[in-house]
């Protein structure tokens, strides 16, 4: 498995603000991606976190919203930009180590609230 | 497009009872299958994966699960349930692609209740 931390663990914004979630994995990975869990729903996949590279969105998420950085194999961040209420949700990344069947680790997640 | 269905959105089972989680997906070949639990103001935790081989899975925490291509399912088991074991579970698919990267589409997801 890998070891991931994010940082915050939580906060609570102002509506208009923007916010960046910091996601940081102890050993070198292959892939990253940012997950949204809206309250009381399942994961919905952001974005894929290409290092050297600009990210991979899925559809229904832009970069000028969620913006995301991968300067390097173990560190990642995701932005929130310009947040509203519909934003809150808890943020989660998470590793595909190389070699590995595409089994996927998870960080302990960010759970925003939008005031 | 590849898809998970849990049916049971909650499911209450008395301490140690056993417990059976459904999972039905939809995907053009056999899938990379996996079962993640979530417990409150948590991150995912891995339970069990299926990439091929042995149908019966065996996972953490005393968790199996069973591939049953001909069903499309993927059902979690556990045959006497902790209290601790409260909280949410999800069944997950990705595709088989080599070298690449994994696009994991998750269930909607279970809650377990555990009566004491």
């Known amino acids: 498995s890998a070891v991931i931390s994010q940082k915050p663990s939580r906060d609570i914004c102002q509506r208009g603000t923007s916010l960046t979630i910091q996601c940081q994995v102890d050993?070198?990975?292959?892939?990253m991606f940012w997950y949204r869990q809206q309250p009381g729903q399942s994961l919905t996949l952001i974005a894929t976190a290409n290092q050297g590279s600009e990210a991979t969105y899925e559809s229904g998420f832009v970069i000028d919203k969620f913006p995301i950085s991968r300067p390097n194999l173990t560190f990642s961040t995701l932005t929130v930009s310009n947040m509203s209420p519909e934003d809150s949700s808890i943020y989660l990344c998470s590793v595909q180590r190389p070699g590995s069947f595409n089994e996927q680790f998870f960080g302990p997640g960010t759970r925003l609230t939008v005031l | 497009a590849q898809s998970v269905t849990q049916p049971d959105i909650h499911i209450t089972v008395s301490e140690g009872a056993s417990l059976e989680l459904r999972c039905n997906y939809s995907?053009?070949?056999?899938?990379?299958l996996f079962w993640y639990v979530q417990s409150p103001g948590q991150g995912l935790q891995l339970l069990l994966k299926?990439?091929?081989?042995?149908?019966l899975v065996q996972g953490i925490k005393g968790f199996e699960a069973e591939f049953k291509r001909s069903q499309s399912s993927f059902n979690l088991r556990k045959p006497s349930v902790h209290w601790s074991d409260a909280a949410e579970y999800f069944c997950?698919?990705?595709?088989?692609?080599?070298?690449?990267?994994?696009?994991?589409?998750f269930g909607t997801g279970t809650q377990l209740k555990v009566e004491l």
């Open positions: 050993s070198q990975v292959t892939m």
């Open positions: 995907y053009g070949a056999t899938p990379y």
């Open positions: 299926y990439f091929s081989g042995d149908t």
């Open positions: 997950a698919v990705g595709p088989v692609v080599t070298g690449g990267g994994n696009k994991l589409t």
